[in-house]
């Protein structure tokens, strides 16, 4: 990359939404130049950095996929190769390939109102050499955590253990858990969907939770969307699995917040069915919390209770003693004995990849700032982050971001404005966290991210026809979104005025 340069559009990050962010942009602002900075050397971001085995996503793909690119595939759930294969033919087919440059960790952006830009700092970490790119509009794409180090709690005593710890993020093809004993530390996705995999091969695999979470098995296949394949054109049949499957999606959602007993019974119940009447359901899968309190897991054709049934994996609930020499103790003086211990034990929170934002030579303590429509920093001009759902799939939002952004370029261009900024103008607006979920990730990294307000436009719906009418119809003037022409042509407007 030249060691200086100026694009109209910066975007940081070339995982899903990044390559989303630039497919609309070349779609709905042709005349605009962009670039996509990356950190890593690869595209694809999550679908790229996590290697354990069985990865695969947790949300259906009719949704997870991008609305302007149909997924093609009979399965409900995907492979991470098979998500990474999408992105790579997204990037091929739309041209994206050419704009992103790799190796560039974004570290630091400065606003400059007077100019109406972003100069924007970042180094290759490989060679050491750092870059200028200033940019108009700077377009946030980097995820939500920490892509350095997953999360491990401080266990007692894990220097003596004799074997290998892995945690999920660091998992490497050298990992050997062929009959071996595993010991899996969390109940979360990464544990659901590992597990049944490690099963395969290991000698018997352990689930180590403190407490559960809850699981719900569904087909692999989506019977619906196979039907429609058939019979209508792949756009079509692809936007109608798409709205079946938000509405389906909503509505369960819905139904989990509105009547949590019963939704527990339902969910509590199934994992019975699955499991037989002899299994300890009470203990090992009825959670202390309500449905979607916490993300709820998925077991495509209930792969994880068959494992369970099958007697390859089993579950222990309880806390963690110690590590021992030969595996854990636990509070209640289980042993559990294993050669390889995986903690899936979390993601740790990172917002905007650790970006260091200055505006008019002033550090911006982002955790300070309001988050607008979820997407814009309060009394941030010009930039924009894209951050999904966290009830449904991440990418329903991301889509509606870019479009909003696009929108928004347009409507400064066509207005002559160089900028816009949220104001937080209302001294009484009471914070709340933009993160909803109780789970232990949130908790940790709640302080890291920008706050919520309890009105619109600075609450964050978490629903995608909420969102749909306020991103891609609603008008982009509020009382809060302020529009701004350069100073010379402020003065000019003014002379102008004066003499008319
Ligand atoms: C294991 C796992 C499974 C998941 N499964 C699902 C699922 O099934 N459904 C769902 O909706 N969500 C899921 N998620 C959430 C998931 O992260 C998102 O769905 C989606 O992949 C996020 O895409 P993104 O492009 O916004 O961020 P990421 O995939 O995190 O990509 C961000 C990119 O930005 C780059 N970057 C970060 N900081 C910088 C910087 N400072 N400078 C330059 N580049 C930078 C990173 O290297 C990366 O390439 C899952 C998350 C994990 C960890």
């Known amino acids: 990359m030249p060691s200086e340069s100026h694009v109209d559009v910066l975007i940081v990050g070339a995982g899903i939404s990044g390559i989303g962010a630039a497919y609309h942009l070349q779609d709905k602002c042709p005349g605009k130049t ?29 949704t997870f996929g991008y609305s302007f690119r149909p997924w093609t595939q009979p399965e409900f759930v995907a492979s991470g190769d098979a998500i990474l294969e999408y992105l790579r033919e997204t990037v091929d087919a739309y041209g994206i390939g050419e704009k992103i440059r790799y190796g560039q960790n974004v570290m630091r952006a400065s606003w400059s109102s007077r100019d109406a830009r972003w100069t924007v700092e970042a180094r290759d970490e490989s060679s050491g050499e750092d870059a200028r790119v200033s940019c108009n509009f700077l377009f946030m794409c980097a995820g939500y955590y920490d892509y350095d180090e997953g999360f491990t709690p401080d266990f007692e005593g894990v220097e003596r253990f004799g074997g ?46 403190r407490s559960p979470s809850y699981v719900v098995a569904k087909p692999g296949r989506d019977r619906i969307a196979d039907w429609l394949r058939k019979h209508l054109p792949q756009r079509h049949a692809y ?30 119940g199934e994992a019975r069915k699955m499991l037989g009447d002899d299994y300890d359901v009470e203990t090992h899968f009825t959670p202390r919390y309500d449905p979607w309190d916490q993300r709820v897991c998925l077991a495509p054709d209930g792969d994880f209770f068959q494992t369970i049934r099958s007697g390859r994996a089993s579950v222990v609930t309880g806390e963690i003693d110690c590590f021992t020499e030969n595996g854990i103790r636990t509070s209640s003086g289980t042993e559990l004995e294993a050669d390889l211990i995986v903690t899936a034990t979390g993601l740790e929170l990172r917002f905007l990849g650790g970006l260091q934002v200055q505006v008019d030579g002033h550090a911006v303590d982002l955790p300070e700032t309001f988050a607008y429509k979820g997407m814009m920093c309060s009394d941030v001009p010009n930039m924009a982050l894209s951050l999904g759902y966290t009830n449904a799939s991440w990418t329903l939002k991301s889509d509606l971001t870019a479009e909003y952004v696009c929108r928004l370029l347009n409507h400064m261009d066509s207005h002559g404005y160089a900028y816009c900024c949220a ?37 964050l719906h978490q629903n995608y026809a909420l969102d749909l009418v306020a991103l891609r119809y609603a008008s982009l003037k509020d009382d809060v979104m302020q529009f701004e022409r350069l100073a010379e042509h402020r003065a000019s407007d003014s002379w102008r005025k004066f003499f008319a």
């Not at 069985?54 to 009719?62: A, K, N, Q, T, V």
């Open 423 to 459: 104001r937080a103008n209302n001294p009484s607006m009471q914070a709340e966290s933009m993160l909803p979920l109780s789970s232990g990730y949130m908790e940790r990294g709640r302080h890291r991210f920008p706050k919520d307000a309890a009105l619109a436009p600075w609450k």
């Open 239 to 268: 936007a109608l699995t798409r709205w079946k499957n938000v509405l389906y999606t909503m509505f369960m959602y819905w139904f989990c917040r509105a009547r949590p007993e019963r939704a527990k019974a339902l969910i509590v």
């Open 164 to 209: 290998r710890i892995i945690h999920p993020q660091n998992w490497t093809d050298d990992v050997a858990y062929q009959d071996q004993r595993v010991v899996v530390i969390g109940s979360g996705a990464t544990a659901v969907t590992l597990i049944p995999e490690l099963a395969k091969k290991a000698a018997h695999v352990t689930m180590l939770q």
């Open 34 to 62: 962009y670039l996509i900075l990356e950190r890593r050397q690869r595209l694809g971001g999550t679908w790229d950095l996590f290697r354990y085995p069985g990865i695969r996503s947790d949300s259906d793909m009719y």
